[in-house]
């Protein structure tokens, strides 16, 4: 089981996992030992912000209203 996503990175690394990432990933992170393969019939992904309701620390907050303001963006990998 793990706990963070350099967990799963380190599991993927060392062959005790594999794991289904969004394609925004290779942009963003690398990790010696990790292939990508993309997989070209599957579904675009969707994220979302979530908290736990009556929770948010003031800066998290800020983060949310900043988000809020600017709406989704709309994403085409081609």
């Known amino acids: 089981m793990t706990r963070s ?16 990432l969004g394609s925004h990933y290779a942009r963003y992170y690398s990790h ?4 990508l393969l993309p ?5 675009f992904t969707e994220w979302a912000l979530i908290w736990r ?3 948010l620390s003031p800066r998290a907050s800020a983060f949310v209203d900043v988000a809020v303001q600017r709406g989704p963006r709309s994403f085409d990998p081609r």
């Not at 997989?39 to 579904?43: F, K, W």
């Open 5 to 20: 996503f350099h967990e799963v990175l380190h599991a993927v690394a060392t062959r005790q996992a594999l794991a289904p």
């Open 39 to 43: 997989v070209e019939d599957a579904p």
């Open 53 to 55: 309701s009556g929770d």
């Open 32 to 35: 010696p030992g990790i292939v």
